[in-house]
């Protein structure tokens, strides 16, 4: 297996042996970040593969400013990205300061979860909601930068994340009794 400054200077020449193993060692990560971000198992891995066309065409705007993975993650999450925009889950949401006083003011913590459950949970969301949760809980974006990311506002952003995260609670409310019994 080649060192990755090697592995990045055989993608730059475009080097196949080097692009597979580039794909072999990154692509079950990566495509764990496009399964959060698209339900279809089918659409995620298109994802991952207009992906992975994206880093073998840019390999060469890759500046050691960060590391590989973060780069290789960072475009995974911008097709994803691109992908729900195309498919335009926000088109018919309500920006969260027409209805901030509706909103639940829901616990800010969850319980302690097994990662594939919430993973699970999490898969369940409308798109909307699933892309601006994984945006703002699990990759720390701010609100104002998942609204430039999305092409949405910032309170759609809010209204989304709060949606989310009250189908989620609703949901561990609801399975709350099968998860004791199976332990």
Known sequence: MLDEQRL?????????????????????????????????????????????????RHIDQFRHDCPLEAWLKRIVINT????IRKNKPFDNVTDVDEVANLLPQADET????????????V?????????VFNLYAIEGYTHIEIAELLGISEGTSKSQFFR????????????????????
Request: proline share 3%; hydrophobic share 40%.
């Open 8 to 56: 990045i200077d055989g993608c730059k020449n475009q080097d196949r042996l080097a692009q597979r193993q580039l794909y072999d060692r990154f692509a079950g990560k990566l495509f764990a970040v496009s399964k959060r971000y698209i339900k279809d198992v089918d659409e995620a891995a298109d994802v991952l593969q207009d992906s992975f066309v994206k880093i073998f």
């Open 123 to 131: 898969q369940e969301l409308p798109a909307g909601c699933r892309a």
């Open 80 to 83: 994803a990205l691109k992908h």
């Open 110 to 121: 969850l319980p302690t979860l097994n990662y594939q459950y919430l993973l699970a949970l």
């Open 164 to 183: 989310a995260r009250g189908l989620l609670q609703q949901k561990l409310t609801n399975d709350l009794p099968i998860r004791n019994e199976s332990f």
